[in-house]
C-alpha cells in the first residue's frame, strides 16, 4: 500500500496543475433528490425485480432485505470516505487516496463498466412501458432516451435536480399504487414471504435454497447501488464533510422501503405462485383494477427510466471528467475530457458517455445484468478494504463523518462480499476478471511507468466551514 497519495500531495496536485472545479450548487434535498432519480426505484422496481421474482420466488423480499442490511454497512464505508475524499472520482478518489492507485484505477474501471452499462439496458425497457399508448421499436426508443438524457446532463446541476424531481415523484406514486392494490388484494399470509417457493419447470412448486438466495444476493446489492451516487456529487454539494453522509444514508433508507414494500405487496398479491415467477408486474396491477390504472403505471414507470438516464449521464460524466483531471490518459484527451460548459457542466465528458450509451442499446445485452451484479459487488468489496485505512496517518486527524462499530462493521462486509462473490455463474466472472486484467496491463504498462504524471488524484481543497 505505499503507492497511495496523500491530502497534502493531492493538494500539492490541484495548485500547480490547476484543475477545473465543479461549482457547489446543491444542499441535502437537490442531491437526495439527485441520488434517488439514480436508485430509480420504479424502474428497479418493474425492470430488475421481475427477473428476481423468476429465480427467487416468494424469497424475492427477503433476498432484498438482506441485500439493504448489507448496505448499510456499505453506505457506512461510503459515508466517512466521501466525507474523508469529497471527489467528483466518488470510488475511485477515495480508495486511491487510502489504497493504493493500482486499487483505485481497478474500481474506476468497474465503476465505470456499471455505470456505462446499466442506463442503455434500462433505457430499453422504455418501449414496454409506453406499449399501452404506441408501439416502439426498443433499441430505437432506448436511444432516443439515451440521446435526451445526454441533452438533459448538459444543462446546471440545479436544474436537473428539480427536473428529476419532478419525475421521482411520478416514480414513488406508481411504486405507491402497486404496494396499496398488492396488499388489497393479498391471496396469502405475511408466512409466505419466507416460505421458499418458485414455480417449477414442470408446472409445480420447487423450493428455492441458501445457495440461490446467496447468489441473488449480487443483483439485490444492485436493486440499491444508486445511493453511492452521493460521493460523485460531494464535488457540488454545499458543506460536503456533513452533507455527503446526509445524503448517502437517507437515499439508502428511502430507496429501500419504496423498493422492498411493493415487492412484499406484490408477493402477497400474485393470484399464484406460477404468476409470481412470471413477473409481469403490469398484467398484475391491470388485474388488480383496471386498464387505465395500468397504463398511468405503465407510463410513471416509462418516466422513472427516461429520469434515471438523466441521472446515470449525470453520474457518469462527472467520474470521466474526474479521471481526466487526474489525468489518467493520454494529454489531448485528458484536455478535451476534463473541458466545462457555459452551465458548469463537464460537457465532453457528457458526451462521451451519453452517446456511446445509445449505441449500445443496439448491441445483445443479455449477460450483462450478470457482470453488473459482479462489479458492484468488487466495488463494494475495495471500498470496504479502503475503509480499513481510513483512520491512519493524517487522515485521523482529518474532519469527517465516522462510522460506528469501525473496523468490525468493514471487516465483516469484506468477508460477506468474499463470499457472495464465490457463489457467482463462472461466466460473469470470467468477463468481469477478463476486464479487470486488461485494466490492470493499462495501469502496469502505461500509468505506473508514468506515476509521476499521471493517475494524480485531485483531493479538492474543501473550503467549506
Not at 450509451?357 to 478494504?385: K, P
Amino acid at each position: 500500500m505505499t503507492d497511495t497519495l496523500t491530502p497534502v500531495e493531492g493538494a500539492a496536485v490541484e495548485a500547480s496543475d490547476g484543475p477545473q472545479k465543479l461549482k457547489r450548487s446543491i444542499g441535502v434535498v437537490g442531491g437526495t433528490l439527485l441520488t434517488l432519480s439514480c436508485v430509480t426505484p420504479a424502474s428497479t422496481l418493474f425492470v430488475v425485480v421481475p427477473d428476481l421474482f423468476g429465480s427467487l420466488g416468494t424469497a424475492t423480499a427477503l433476498t432484498i432485505a438482506i441485500g439493504s442490511l448489507l448496505c448499510i454497512a456499505v453506505a457506512f464505508c461510503y459515508s466517512e470516505l466521501g466525507t474523508l475524499i469529497p471527489s467528483a472520482g466518488g470510488e475511485y478518489a477515495m480508495v486511491s487516496t487510502l489504497a493504493g492507485r493500482l486499487a483505485g484505477w481497478l474500481v474506476f474501471v468497474l465503476s465505470l463498466l456499471v455505470v456505462m452499462v446499466v442506463p442503455p439496458v434500462i433505457a430499453m425497457g422504455t418501449a414496454d412501458y409506453l406499449a399501452p399508448i404506441v408501439h416502439l421499436d426498443p433499441a430505437m426508443t432506448g436511444a432516443g432516451v439515451m440521446l435526451l438524457a445526454t441533452l438533459a446532463g448538459l444543462l446546471d446541476l440545479r436544474a436537473n435536480a428539480w427536473i428529476t424531481g419532478v419525475f421521482l415523484v411520478l416514480e414513488v406514486i406508481a411504486a405507491a399504487v402497486v404496494a396499496v392494490l398488492g396488499f388489497a388484494h393479498a391471496e396469502r399470509g405475511p408466512g409466505s414471504l419466507v416460505s421458499m417457493e418458485v414455480a417449477g419447470a414442470d408446472g409445480g412448486t420447487d423450493t428455492v435454497t441458501a445457495l440461490l438466495i446467496v447468489s441473488g444476493l449480487a443483483i439485490a446489492l444492485f436493486v440499491t447501488q444508486g445511493f453511492s451516487t452521493a460521493v460523485y456529487l460531494s464535488e457540488e454539494l454545499e458543506n460536503p464533510r456533513r452533507n455527503v453522509a446526509r445524503t448517502v444514508l437517507a437515499t439508502l433508507a428511502i430507496s429501500a422501503v419504496i423498493i422492498l414494500v411493493p415487492v412484499i405487496a406484490i408477493t402477497l398479491g400474485a393470484s399464484d405462485i406460477e404468476a409470481l415467477t412470471a413477473g409481469d408486474l403490469s398484467t398484475m396491477v391491470t388485474a388488480w383494477s383496471n386498464s387505465a390504472v395500468g397504463t398511468f403505471v405503465s407510463l410513471c414507470v416509462a418516466l422513472a427510466i427516461i429520469n434515471a438516464g438523466i441521472v446515470m449521464v449525470i453520474q457518469n460524466s462527472r467520474v470521466l471528467f474526474a479521471s481526466a483531471r487526474d489525468k489518467a490518459w493520454p494529454t489531448p484527451v485528458n484536455n478535451v475530457l476534463a473541458k466545462l460548459g457555459r452551465f458548469g457542466s463537464p460537457w465532453v465528458a457528457t458526451l462521451a458517455v451519453g452517446v456511446p450509451g445509445a449505441a449500445l442499446c443496439f448491441v445483445n445485452l443479455d449477460t450483462l445484468y450478470g457482470v453488473t451484479g459482479v462489479s458492484v459487488t468488487g466495488m463494494y468489496l475495495l471500498v470496504a478494504v479502503a475503509a480499513l485505512f481510513a483512520r491512519r496517518g493524517t487522515h485521523r486527524h482529518t474532519r469527517a463523518w465516522r462510522m460506528p462499530l469501525w473496523p468490525a462493521m468493514p471487516v465483516l462486509l469484506i468477508v460477506v462480499l468474499v463470499y457472495i462473490l464465490s457463489q457467482q455463474e463462472t461466466s460473469y466472472l470470467l468477463w468481469t476478471g477478463g476486464i479487470t486484467g486488461v485494466a490492470t496491463l493499462y495501469w502496469a504498462l502505461y500509468l505506473r511507468p508514468r506515476r509521476e504524471t499521471r493517475w494524480l488524484v485531485t483531493i479538492p481543497v474543501d473550503e467549506t466551514p
